[in-house]
C-alpha cells in the first residue's frame, strides 16, 4: 500500500470511529435516562445532570483534546471528578457498593464490551473500572444527580436502592447490546493486557478443586496427544510435530475442501446417516475417510479431543434431544476452527469455543424434555445452521452468532427478571414471616431447654411459635399480642413446675382456668385442630394436678430430650394476584447457616438445588432477601417461583447436592467427563 492509500484509508476511519463513538453515546445515556425514570426519578434538573455527568466523563476519554492530556493519569479516579460533598460521606459510600454490586450483576457482559470497546477508544491499557460506560462511572454520574442544585432532587434519595434495583436488571442487556452494536461494526475485542481485565466472562465459574473448563480442555488435548505419541517422543500441540502424508499446502487445502463439502451438506445426510445418527459419532465416523488419514498430526489430535469432547456431550441425559440435534450441526466447523487456529484448545475466549460455551450457558435450566420449538433451542438451532452454512475460514462467523446468543439470552433474562416484581413482593412477606417463626422459635426455646417435658416442649415448638408468629406479625415484640402470648407461655412453664409452698398452689389453682382459654383462644386463631392439643392438653393436665400436690411426675425427661428434635425440609406455599411461591424451609426456623457459599451468588447465577420431595429443580437467581440473605429462584418453564432458606442451601451446596456455575454448562461438562475418561486416574 502507498502512503497516499494509507492516508486515504486513515481519513476513511476517522469519521466512521467518530460516528460509531456517536452511536454508543446514545444508545448509552437513552437506557440509563430510562431506567433512572422508571426507578422514579422525574426531576428535569436531577436527569440533566444525571447526563452531564455520563457525558463528561465519556467526553474525557473519546474527545481527542481531552484525552492527551487524560492519558498522563490513564485513570477515572475519584479525585478527578467530585463524587459527593464531604457532608455526604453516607451517599458516597452508598454509591460505592452500589457500583460493585453492579459489577458483580453483569461482569460478563461488561467484560466482553469493555474488549471492544477499548479497540474503539485505542485505549487497550484501560481498566474496565475506569471505563466511561462501566458501573463505576455510571454511580459518579449519579452523584453528579445527586449534586445537582435542584431542591426537588432530593427525593430521588429515596430512590437509591429502586435505581440499584433497576440498574442491575437493565445493565446486562445494556451491555449486551452494546457489544452486538460494536460486532456490526466490526470493531475487533482487544486482548486484555495484564490488570486491564478485572472481571472474566460469564460461564467460567471453577469447580472446587477444579482449575476450570480452559484449563481442562488444555488438559484434554494434552491426554489425547500421550496417547498417540509414540514412546519417547516429544508431546506437545504446536506445529512442529511430524505430519502424516506429508505436509502441503495443497494437500492441507484438499484436506479443507473435503471438510468444506462435507459440512455444507444437509446434516441428515452427512455421511448417508439420520440426524440422530449423526448427533452421535459424525466426528467419529471422520477418522475412517481417506482424507483424514492424510491429516497433520496435530490435526488428528484435534480430530480426536473433539470426538470425544462431542462423544460426551451427546452422552448427556441432562440435554434435550433437539439441542443435540442442533450442536451437531457444529462438529465440523468446530473440527475446522480448531485445525485453523492453534490456540483452540488453550483459550477461552477463542470464538468458536465462546460460542460452544454460549450455548451451554444457554440450556442451563432447560431440562432433557424441552422440544425444538422452545425460544431458546429455536435460537441455537438457527445460530448452528447459520454457523454450518456461513463458516469457512473467519471466525468472525463464531463472533458474530455468539453475540447474537448473548443479546438474545440477556434479553430473556432480563423480561425473566421483569416478570419477577411480583414475586418479589411474595418473597418479602415470606421474609416477614421467616422472621417472625424465627423470633417465635428462639422464644420458645429460651424457656422449654430445662423445664419442659418432651410432649409439651414439642407441642410448644411445634404449635405456640405459630400464636407467637402470629403475634409478632400484627404488632412486633412491643405489641400488646405479642406479651400476651409471651406471658402465656412463662405462666404455663410454671404452672407444670413442682409447688412446694401452699401460696404457689393457691396462685396456681386460680390461674389454671384463665390460663387454659388464653391458650385455647391463642390455639384457635392459628387453626390448631382439638385432635392435635389432646395430648399436650391431657399432659398439662397431669402436670399441674401434680404440681398442686408438690411432686413431680413420672413423665419429666432428661433435660436434653427436650430439645432433640429431629430437623428436616418442608414446602410451604403464598398465593397472591395470581402467583405462587412456593418456599423450601426448615422445620427449625432458626436452622443454623454453616458456611458462606451462598453469599458468592450474585442476581443471574443458575443454581440445581434439591426440594423437599427429591425432586431436582434449576432455576435463576433473581433475587435476595435482605435481611435472611434468602434467594429467590425463577426458571420461564416454571408455574411459580421457589424461595429457598439460606441454611438449606448452604447445606446442600457443601453437599455437593446443588450445584451452580460451569457445573450446570453442557460444554464444561462434556470437557470434564471427556477428561476423565481419557485419564483414568482422575476418576
Not at 463524587?83 to 453516607?90: A, C, F, K, Y
Not at 498430526?297 to 462431542?310: I, N, P
Request: aromatic residues 6%; negative net charge.
Amino acid at each position: 500500500m502507498t502512503q497516499a492509500d494509507t492516508l486515504a484509508a486513515s481519513a476513511q476511519t476517522a469519521p466512521n470511529r467518530a460516528a460509531v463513538i456517536a452511536e454508543v453515546r446514545a444508545l448509552f445515556l437513552d437506557r440509563i435516562e430510562r431506567t433512572v425514570r422508571a426507578a422514579g426519578v422525574e426531576s428535569p434538573i436531577s436527569v440533566a445532570a444525571l447526563r452531564a455527568g455520563a457525558i463528561q466523563l465519556l467526553d474525557q476519554m473519546t474527545t481527542e483534546g481531552a484525552r492527551s492530556g487524560f492519558a498522563l493519569a490513564n485513570s477515572l479516579t475519584a479525585s478527578q471528578i467530585r463524587l459527593v460533598d464531604d457532608n455526604q460521606l453516607e451517599l458516597s459510600i452508598r454509591l460505592g457498593d452500589i457500583s460493585k454490586h453492579l459489577r458483580d450483576e453483569c461482569s460478563g457482559f461488561l467484560y466482553r464490551f469493555h474488549q471492544r470497546f477499548v479497540t474503539l477508544l485505542d485505549r487497550p491499557s484501560l481498566r474496565v473500572a475506569d471505563d466511561p460506560l462501566s458501573p463505576e462511572a455510571i454511580c459518579r454520574a449519579l452523584a453528579e444527580m445527586f449534586g445537582s442544585t435542584d431542591a426537588a432532587h432530593h427525593h430521588a434519595l429515596t430512590r437509591l436502592a429502586e435505581i440499584e434495583t433497576q440498574l442491575a436488571r437493565e445493565l446486562p442487556l445494556l451491555y449486551a447490546e452494546l457489544t452486538e452494536l460494536l460486532v456490526r461494526h466490526q470493531i475487533a475485542p482487544a486482548k486484555m493486557q495484564p490488570g486491564a481485565g478485572e472481571s472474566h466472562p460469564i460461564g467460567h465459574h471453577k469447580r472446587s478443586g477444579d482449575s476450570g473448563a480452559g484449563d481442562a480442555m488444555a488438559a484434554l488435548q494434552q491426554a489425547v496427544l500421550s496417547k498417540l505419541q509414540p514412546a519417547g517422543s516429544a508431546v506437545g500441540g504446536g506445529g512442529g510435530m511430524a505430519v502424516a502424508g506429508g505436509d502441503s499446502a495443497p494437500r492441507f487445502e484438499q484436506i479443507m475442501g473435503q471438510l468444506d463439502q462435507w459440512q455444507a451438506q444437509a446434516q441428515p445426510d452427512l455421511f448417508g446417516g439420520s440426524a440422530q445418527t449423526m448427533a452421535e459419532n459424525a466426528l467419529n465416523a471422520l477418522k475412517s475417510t481417506e482424507a483424514m488419514a492424510r491429516l497433520r498430526a496435530q490435526d488428528t489430535v484435534a480430530l480426536d479431543v473433539l470426538a470425544a469432547l462431542f462423544d460426551a456431550l451427546f452422552d448427556d441425559a441432562r440435554l434435550s434431544s433437539a439441542v443435540k440435534a442442533a450442536v451437531a450441526r457444529l462438529q465440523i466447523p468446530v473440527l475446522k476452527a480448531a485445525i485453523l487456529g492453534a490456540t483452540f484448545f488453550t483459550d477461552y475466549e477463542h470464538p468458536a469455543r465462546a460460542l460452544l460455551e454460549g450455548m451451554g450457558q444457554a440450556t442451563i435450566g432447560l431440562g432433557p424434555e424441552v422440544d425444538a420449538a422452545h425460544p431458546v433451542c429455536a435460537e441455537i438451532q438457527r445460530i448452528a445452521a447459520g454457523v454450518q452454512s456461513e463458516f469457512q475460514r473467519d471466525t468472525e462467523v463464531f463472533v458474530r452468532y455468539g453475540t447474537e446468543l448473548e443479546s438474545f439470552m440477556a434479553r430473556r433474562n432480563h423480561d425473566l427478571q421483569g416478570s419477577a416484581q411480583g414475586f418479589i413482593a411474595l418473597a418479602k412477606v415470606q421474609e416477614e414471616q421467616d422472621i417472625a417463626a424465627r423470633t417465635a422459635w428462639r422464644q420458645v426455646a429460651s424457656r422449654t431447654l430445662a423445664v419442659a417435658p418432651r410432649v409439651v416442649a414439642d407441642f410448644l415448638r411445634e404449635h405456640w411459635t405459630k400464636v407467637l408468629a402470629d403475634a409478632w406479625l400484627d404488632g412486633g415484640q412491643g405489641g400488646a399480642r405479642w406479651r400476651e402470648d409471651a406471658a402465656v407461655l412463662d405462666d404455663l412453664l410454671w404452672s407444670i413446675q413442682p409447688k412446694a409452698e401452699a401460696e404457689d398452689r393457691n396462685r396456681l389453682g386460680q390461674l389454671v382456668p384463665g390460663l387454659l382459654s388464653r391458650i385455647k383462644a391463642g390455639l384457635d386463631r392459628v387453626g390448631v385442630l382439638a385432635e392435635q392439643r389432646a395430648p399436650f392438653l391431657e399432659a398439662c393436665f397431669a402436670l399441674q394436678a401434680a404440681a398442686i400436690r408438690g411432686k413431680a411426675t413420672e413423665t419429666q425427661p432428661p433435660v436434653a430430650a427436650a430439645t432433640d428434635t429431629v430437623d428436616h425440609d418442608i414446602l410451604v406455599a403464598l398465593e397472591s394476584n395470581g402467583l405462587t411461591l412456593q418456599s423450601v424451609r426448615s422445620v427449625n426456623p432458626d436452622a443454623r447457616i454453616t458456611g458462606d457459599l451462598v453469599r458468592e451468588l450474585v442476581i443471574g447465577d443458575w443454581v440445581e438445588f434439591v426440594m423437599p420431595d427429591g425432586t431436582i429443580r434449576c432455576g435463576r437467581l433473581c433475587w435476595i432477601s435482605p435481611e435472611l440473605g434468602t434467594p429467590l429462584f425463577m426458571n420461564a418453564a416454571w408455574d411459580c417461583a421457589i424461595s429457598v432458606a439460606r441454611s438449606i442451601l448452604e447445606r446442600q451446596l457443601a453437599s455437593a447436592q446443588a450445584s451452580t456455575g460451569s457445573t450446570l454448562s453442557f460444554f464444561d461438562n462434556a470437557i470434564e467427563k471427556a477428561l476423565l475418561k481419557s485419564i483414568p486416574a482422575r476418576a
